[in-house]
């Protein structure tokens, strides 16, 4: 089965620090995601991107984050001032195009745990 | 808004009995999709069953198998002959059709279930 990639599978950075949270979604999928997920706690949307926009967000998703396709294959999730209470699991998501699609359905990537001291 | 409810935090039961998880949700869309995702100790997110609306048969894979009652906006998980591998925490999602804005939004998660099968 076709996978989403997600690197690093744990990034450790210093409070204040810009960090990029790295993901290669599935080739033809079109709907991208990313989510996030504080230790034992629910898995929380943040932000949707389709057509190289922004679709929709969550109040999580302030003006510190960022999203970019910067080359057609990578989606990258940017941080820039990162916070205690940004440590989390962040995963990434894909979606193929929803009419018509074999499996409507989101694909996660293995996650990327954010650790901030 | 849609919303998605585990009542469950944690349930715990022995090898090989049966197990049923409980979700129930609240939406005004017609067209949407439900579910089970697993979740063990790695973190990974692993997509269990899957249920769409507009089916009204109950979504089965091997072992697990779905209660989907639309009217009631319940959409139960129910795991037979249970086994260790099974020990995970447990998040029903929903999701709009896309043609409803689903793209959009993605998925909308429960708080889990943490459910612990016992040798």
């Known amino acids: 089965e076709p996978e989403v990639t997600q690197t690093p599978s744990h990034q450790v950075t210093q409070m204040g620090q810009e960090v990029i949270l790295r993901c290669v979604p599935i080739?033809?999928?079109?709907?991208f995601y990313w989510y996030r997920q504080i230790l034992g706690q629910k898995v929380e949307f943040l932000v949707s991107f389709y057509n190289n926009e922004i679709s929709e967000k969550s109040e999580i998703f302030d003006d510190q984050f960022s999203v970019e396709r910067p080359d057609g294959s990578n989606f990258t999730l940017k941080i820039r001032s990162t916070k205690l209470e940004d440590s989390a699991m962040y995963f990434c998501?894909?979606?193929?195009w929803g009419e018509g699609a074999r499996d409507e359905k989101l694909f996660f990537g293995s996650g990327t745990q954010l650790s901030v001291l | 808004a849609q919303t998605v409810t585990q009542s469950q935090p944690e349930m715990s039961v022995q090898e090989a009995e049966t197990v049923t998880l409980s979700c129930t949700y609240d939406t005004s869309e017609n067209n949407y999709y439900l579910f089970w995702y697993k979740q063990p100790p790695s973190r990974q997110m692993i997509l269990v069953i899957r249920?769409?609306?507009?089916?009204?048969q109950n979504a089965t894979e091997n072992r697990f198998s779905v209660n989907f009652q639309k009217a009631a906006k319940s959409f139960s998980l129910k795991i037979s002959d249970s086994q260790l591998g099974d020990t995970a925490m447990y998040f029903c999602a929903f999701m709009k059709h896309v043609n409803s804005g689903g793209g959009a939004d993605g998925l909308t998660f429960g708080k889990g279930t943490h459910l612990i099968i016992q040798p």
């Open positions: 998501a894909s979606r193929a």
């Open positions: 249920q769409e609306a507009y089916k009204q």
């Open positions: 080739s033809n999928h079109l709907y």
